[in-house]
């Protein structure tokens, strides 16, 4: 197989070269490292993000007439890859990524006039609204609750794990719409401004010491009834449309090799017992092992890659490579940590943290790698059930 580009991508690649350097802060992700749920990081991020909105690229693989630029799916990925190796503070990807592909597919053509143009353009900022207490992997267990009263649907219940949901102006979620039916049967799927009234978010902190986590509460929250996406009652589907967008992992290969290039220059520049670490064969044969891995992901983010650029929903080639890449990532975090030693202990940004105490950051994030967007376990099962075609 040829994995090379052509003349006319590798020119386009650089043409998002050009642009991050002409627009990303000072010495960004090198002398400044911002904590990403800092409010300096916010509002760094909603900037940038309007300035790639502004030129079309948030949503370019889109069809023109919802705001896109109507790019081929490899063009969209050779975006996604850079951003990823620059760092590049985009805030409010799943409405680019996964939102707004499932509004295209399901959403009524008012919902799409209404709502696209804003994720294309970086201005309008969505949370997830799925998880809650007692429903996380077994999501179709959730509780709250959506009665319509009239033209309107009134939604009572508690909402966790909401990423970024204290700075967002949307939630998508999914609410129980019919008791008595089956509990992967009875879930409708609404888009719900959060400025409505009876709405309350609680930020959570995390291990890292962060508030990107948010427990969202809702109290006879009234939404008009075109807040509903797609059919009552089929809000089990359209969410696993959005989890299949969501899980795609394009560019997690791209962040994990800005990561190892960090590490690399470090062992190559670090002297211990009188040698490099990059001359100790330990450290030489991790940072390899971590490369090869990486290159593996790269394979299963272009299949996903083959799959969306035919224009299909991704299979079980989605959850493969989020399993794999969400593994490799807490794997990158442990050899970053041996090799920093005791200075990997470091808190973040700390003045004698190596690498400005990014690996300590990644190490306590990477955890919830595994969770997030569905466990590893979940992955497994997706893959064993639809993938090959095992019993459940």
Request: aromatic residues 10%.
């Amino acid at each position: 197989m040829d994995f090379s580009w052509s003349p006319e991508e590798e020119a386009f690649r650089q043409e998002i070269r050009d642009f991050l350097q002409a627009e990303l802060p000072k010495g960004w992700n090198e002398t400044l490292v911002l904590d990403k749920e800092s409010d300096e990081y916010i509002q760094v991020a909603r900037e940038f993000t309007r300035k790639v909105g502004a030129k079309g690229w948030l949503a370019a693989h889109w069809p023109p007439e919802y705001g896109g630029l109507g790019w081929s799916f490899w063009q969209y990925f050779i975006l996604q890859e850079e951003l990823a190796i620059a760092d590049a503070p985009i805030i409010g990807s799943n409405g680019p990524k996964f939102l707004g592909p499932t509004i295209i597919r399901y959403g009524t053509e008012e919902q799409k006039r209404r709502h696209l143009p804003g994720i294309a353009k970086g201005e309008v900022l969505w949370a997830q609204g799925y998880s809650e207490p007692n429903a996380g992997s077994d999501l179709a267990s959730l509780q709250t609750r959506a009665v319509q009263d009239g033209d309107e649907w009134v939604i009572n219940g508690q909402k966790i794990w909401s990423s970024y949901a204290h700075y967002a102006d949307w939630c998508f979620l999914l609410a129980r719409t019919d008791p008595n039916a089956p509990k992967h049967k009875g879930i409708s799927y609404f888009l719900v401004d959060m400025k409505t009234p009876g709405i309350t978010v609680k930020p959570l902190i995390n291990m890292a010491g962060t508030k990107g986590f948010n427990e969202i509460f809702f109290e006879n929250v009234r939404v008009p009834k075109d807040a509903l996406l797609g059919e009552k009652n089929q809000g089990w589907y359209i969410a696993t449309t959005t989890l299949s967008y969501e899980r795609t992992a394009i560019e997690a290969p791209a962040q994990a090799q800005r990561i190892l290039n960090d590490l690399i220059r470090y062992a190559k520049l670090t002297k211990r017992h009188g040698r490099t670490l990059a001359e100790d064969p330990l450290v030489r044969q991790r940072l390899a092992q971590i490369a090869v891995e990486i290159d593996v992901a790269r394979c299963l983010a272009y299949r996903v890659a083959s799959t969306q650029a035919r224009g299909e929903i991704p299979g079980p080639e989605s959850p493969a490579n989020k399993l794999f890449t969400s593994e490799l990532m807490q794997r990158l975090a442990q050899v970053g940590m041996q090799l920093l030693g005791l200075y990997g202990q470091l808190e973040f940004n700390s003045r004698w943290a190596p690498l400005k105490g990014k690996i300590e950051r990644l190490y306590l994030t990477a955890v919830s790698r595994t969770i997030a967007a569905g466990t590893s376990e979940i992955q497994r099962n997706i893959i064993a059930e639809r993938g090959l075609g095992l019993p459940r």
